[in-house]
């Protein structure tokens, strides 16, 4: 059984990009969130989704975005990248009903914007 | 805002020593108390969680302390091994609304040495 996979592992991009991070979540798990990891600090929540709708967002700005897919994947999206981007971004999926609280992780996608 | 406070920041251990992480919170909302592991290049992976209603919970070497008055939680790994040695986050999660999401402490990196 496959755990949480997100995609890619590694990014570079430029300020001022657009960049789309992929995940899809443990078997059977329908809730997907978003955190930032900067480094040395504990991760930070960007946003939840479920039945395809953002449940609950973090203190982030509108350049974060996201989307789930009918099987239940996620992607994440930041626009107008800024220097301060750069972080691991990991993805989190839950089993029903249990919202956010047993998390599983994914390994992150580790995005250094330049 | 920083709502969950952990200390210390990093911590020495011997093999077999007891490792102990503590942390603060402010938000009396918060109704659940879980603690992740994290190795280098790996998503967290949840340890042990407690909720306000139990002032200890064991689960093998860990163990979890909760002060509800003192709005304090502590981990305790015993007899301590190499392969613990890891980055520790504790956190708390409220439920708001139809979500929840969890409020990380800043991490704890622990070296156990023999």
């Known amino acids: 059984d496959a755990g949480v996979t997100q995609s890619p592992t590694h990014l570079i991009k430029t300020r001022g990009q657009q960049v789309t991070l992929r995940c899809s979540p443990k078997?059977?798990?329908?809730?997907v969130s978003w955190y930032q990891q900067a480094l040395g600090q504990g991760p930070q929540f960007i946003f939840q989704?479920?039945?395809?709708?953002?449940?609950q967002r973090g203190n982030f700005p509108d350049r974060f975005s996201g989307h789930q897919f009918p099987n239940y994947s996620s992607e994440l999206n930041v626009n107008a990248l800024l220097l301060g981007d750069s972080a691991l971004y990991l993805c989190a999926s839950s089993l029903p009903g249990q919202g956010e609280e047993k998390l599983f992780f994914g390994s992150g996608t580790q995005l250094s914007v330049l | 805002q920083q709502q969950v406070k952990q200390s210390p920041q990093s911590l020495i251990v011997q093999k077999g020593g007891i490792p102990i992480i503590n942390c603060a919170y402010e938000?009396?909302?918060?109704?659940?108390f879980p603690w992740y592991q994290q190795f280098p290049g790996k998503g967290p992976a949840l340890l042990i969680a407690i909720r306000p209603d139990v002032s200890e919970k064991k689960e093998g070497r860990f163990t979890i302390s909760f002060n509800k008055s003192a709005k304090q939680f502590s981990l305790h790994i015993m007899d301590s091994q190499p392969g613990d040695s890891a980055t520790y986050f504790c956190a708390a999660s409220d439920r708001s609304g139809t979500a929840s999401k969890l409020t990380f402490g800043t991490g704890t990196r622990l070296q156990v040495t023999l």
């Open positions: 078997s059977g798990h329908d809730t």
């Open positions: 989704y479920y039945e395809e709708e953002e449940r």
């Open positions: 938000n009396t909302a918060f109704d659940y």
